[in-house]
Structure formats: structure tokens, C-alpha cells
């Protein structure tokens, strides 16, 4: 089993930048492909960036793409998101998911262990 725990989440005013953490525990992190996903009110959970075991590949949806950034520290059992000009349609619940797999992932059912999750709210 492995346990995530998000953090970094908060209010923030549009153009502004966050940091999402998410911190693992349980068993050996590094194998394991990480990803980001986000859940607005009203809405399905969708996917919003991935990367591979080892931090060298990492893949963003076209809506966050350029200002979104997966990086990971396997020493750290940690993995983040930084979010940089931050948008309203940005505003929802993050959750982090570890993979068995070791490539990134864009479907949420590949996915094997989630967090509970960490609100950002962009204001207008």
C-alpha cells in the first residue's frame, strides 16, 4: 500500500502561482508513475499531469500546458505541481494517484492509490 497525502492548496488570486506537494509513505515510492488530477464542482475528475518513475518524462493536459509544471524528488518520497498563472477555471480539488506502472498515465483507472485531496480556489 502506498499513502498520499496532498498539501499546498489555498486561495489565490488569478495570475498568482501555487505548489502542490504530495507526500508518500508506505511501500518504496520510485517505482511508481505519479499523477495530478483535478475535480471541479459539478464535474468528473479529470487529468491534469503525469510523470514517469524516475522524473525524466512528464506529460500536461493541453489546458495547463505551459503553465503547469510535474516535477518529483524520489529522496523526498514527494512529487509536485507547480502552478503558475493561475486561471478561475483552475478552481477545484487536486488529487495526487501513484501507478504501478513506471511510464506516465493520462487514465484515471490505471491509476492504483489516491489522496484525499487539496482545494485551490482562484479568484477573479
Known amino acids: 500500500q502506498v499513502q498520499l497525502v496532498e498539501s499546498g492548496g489555498g486561495l489565490v488570486q488569478a495570475g498568482g502561482s501555487l505548489r502542490l506537494s504530495c507526500a508518500a509513505s508506505?511501500?518504496?515510492?520510485?517505482?511508481?508513475?505519479m499523477g495530478w488530477f483535478r475535480q471541479a464542482p459539478g464535474m468528473e475528475r479529470e487529468f491534469v499531469a503525469a510523470?514517469?518513475?524516475?522524473?525524466?518524462?512528464?506529460y500536461c493536459a493541453d489546458s495547463v500546458k505551459g503553465r503547469f509544471t510535474m516535477s518529483r524528488d524520489n529522496a523526498k518520497n514527494t512529487v509536485y505541481l507547480q502552478m503558475n498563472s493561475l486561471k478561475p477555471e483552475d478552481t477545484a480539488i487536486y488529487y495526487c494517484?501513484?501507478?504501478?506502472?513506471?511510464?506516465?498515465?493520462?487514465?484515471?483507472?490505471?491509476?492504483?492509490?489516491w489522496g484525499q485531496g487539496t482545494q485551490v480556489t482562484v479568484s477573479s
Open positions: 494517484a501513484a501507478s504501478y506502472g513506471s511510464s506516465w498515465l493520462v487514465e484515471e483507472y490505471r491509476y492504483n492509490f
Open positions: 508506505g511501500r518504496t515510492f520510485s517505482p511508481y508513475a
Open positions: 510523470i514517469n518513475w524516475n522524473g525524466g518524462s512528464t
